[in-house]
């Protein structure tokens, strides 16, 4: 019997799920490393936000291709930040759809800056 040929047709017949398997990893790798940066623009949109430069948080949001969304209450200011990511692996798209959300918000007192 040859063993080579058995091998190679088990690698064959493994290597698409294996590769499937990486390019999922590779999607949720994306996600998380968007999350954290997400999260450190929202860093920056709050900073500019609270010196009262609401056009330059619009410009800045517009810039990075992030949707900028405020709610207002009395005294607290909820702003929350999201972007859209593209899914790339095959069975990952679709599972969870061909595009992603993500999306982090900061609550933060005081009224509405003009």
């Given amino acids: 019997m040859n063993k080579k040929g058995q091998?190679?047709?088990?690698?064959?017949l493994i290597l698409?799920?294996?590769l499937i398997i990486l390019m999922s990893l590779?999607?949720?790798?994306?996600?998380f490393m968007n999350k954290y940066e997400l999260n450190k623009e929202l860093d920056t949109i709050t900073?500019?936000?609270q010196?009262?430069?609401?056009?330059?948080?619009?410009?800045?949001?517009?810039?990075?291709?992030?949707?900028?969304?405020?709610?207002?209450?009395?005294?607290?200011?909820?702003l929350t930040i999201k972007k859209e990511l593209?899914?790339?692996a095959p069975v990952l798209s679709n599972i969870i759809g061909k595009t992603y959300i993500i999306e982090t918000s900061k609550s933060i007192f005081g009224a509405e800056n003009d």
Avoid: M, Q, R, W
């Fill in 26 to 31: 590779i999607d949720v790798g994306n996600i």
């Fill in 86 to 88: 593209k899914i790339n």
């Fill in 16 to 18: 698409p799920i294996l």
């Fill in 7 to 12: 091998a190679l047709v088990e690698f064959v």
């Fill in 47 to 49: 900073t500019l936000y």
């Fill in 51 to 78: 010196n009262g430069d609401k056009k330059e948080v619009l410009a800045y949001a517009a810039n990075e291709n992030i949707i900028f969304e405020e709610s207002l209450n009395s005294h607290l200011t909820v």
